[in-house]
Nanobody, 118 residues
């Protein structure tokens, strides 16, 4: 059974940093495009960042550009989201998503809570 397990969330003060990890059990991890989404209370889930299967291409939501960096380690079947200069509006549950490049098959993690508050 495929598993995507997010970790690294927590409570941080505005201006602080957190690094999220998403460890996967995907057999051919390098065939999956990966992305991070977030969902704040009462709001729709939104795309935060995405990275291609090779790691050669990334893109970010305008709201996080210059503050967040997504990376992947294909040897460890893991993706990361480095979040700097966090703001209260970054508060949300953050989800990891894997999409198989061949078929579009999608897997989701269970989410990790990030709370930015003083």
């Amino acid at each position: 059974q495929v598993q995507l397990v997010e970790s690294g969330g927590g409570l941080v003060e505005p201006g602080g940093s957190l690094t999220l990890s998403c460890a996967t059990s995907l057999f051919t991890f390098s065939n999956y495009d990966m992305s991070w989404y977030r969902q704040a209370p009462g709001k729709e889930r939104e795309l935060v960042a995405a990275i291609s299967n090779t790691g050669g291409s990334t893109n970010y939501a305008d709201s996080v550009k210059g503050r967040f960096t997504m990376s992947r380690d294909n040897a460890k079947n893991t993706v990361y989201l480095q979040m700097n200069r966090l703001k209260p509006e970054d508060t949300a549950v953050y989800y990891c998503k894997a999409r198989w490049t061949n078929s579009g098959l999608v897997y989701w993690g269970q989410g990790t809570q990030v709370t930015v508050s003083s």
